[in-house]
């Protein structure tokens, strides 16, 4: 395999491009190269328009331990969201809303998403056995708290 067919193979892995079979040099002795990694969309939702000359993205790891909750907030910024571990529990109200969105229980392997501004009225672990553990991925087009406190929700130990 020459170096160009050794690059090509390494980006086509790095962009998640299936590889077209490549056939063994003359010279070299036939190489079986490992298979492509399996690509799966997971979550895609449209982005609000952001400014673009001040684009950062911050993944946190937000861990409740059994029956633990956060108080009802506010994030300046869209987020996505994916469960590792166990379920949570989650209800936003959009900005626009009058009324807040259903409860919704995630689990490990689902994602979600919340506009900017939108009230985070429930974010809690939906068991009172097990721990519960997601990333949440913002966006953010300004330097600003990733969260901020909001009034109601629901009432939390």
Excluded: W
């Excluded at 987020?79 to 490990?108: C, D, K, N």
């Excluded at 501004?117 to 519960?132: D, E, W």
């Amino acid at each position: 395999m020459t170096l160009t067919d050794r690059l090509a193979y390494i980006l086509a892995v790095v962009c998640y491009a299936p590889l077209p079979a490549i056939a063994a040099s003359p010279q070299a002795p036939a190489q079986n190269p490992e298979p492509p990694p399996q690509v799966e969309t997971v979550f895609s939702h449209p982005l609000p328009s952001l400014d673009g000359s001040h684009l950062i993205v911050k993944v946190v790891r937000v861990s409740y331990a059994p029956g633990e909750s956060s108080s009802p907030h506010s994030h300046p910024c869209p987020v996505v969201g994916y469960v590792l571990q166990g379920a949570v529990r989650m209800q936003v109200q959009e900005p626009s809303a009058s009324h807040p969105g259903p409860i919704t229980v995630y689990r490990a392997g689902d994602s979600f998403y919340e506009s900017p501004g939108g009230r985070h009225l429930v974010s809690a672990n939906a068991s009172k056995t097990q721990p519960a553990i997601f990333t949440a991925t913002f966006v953010c087009d300004h330097f600003t708290p990733l969260t901020t406190p909001v009034d109601g929700g629901e009432p939390h130990p």
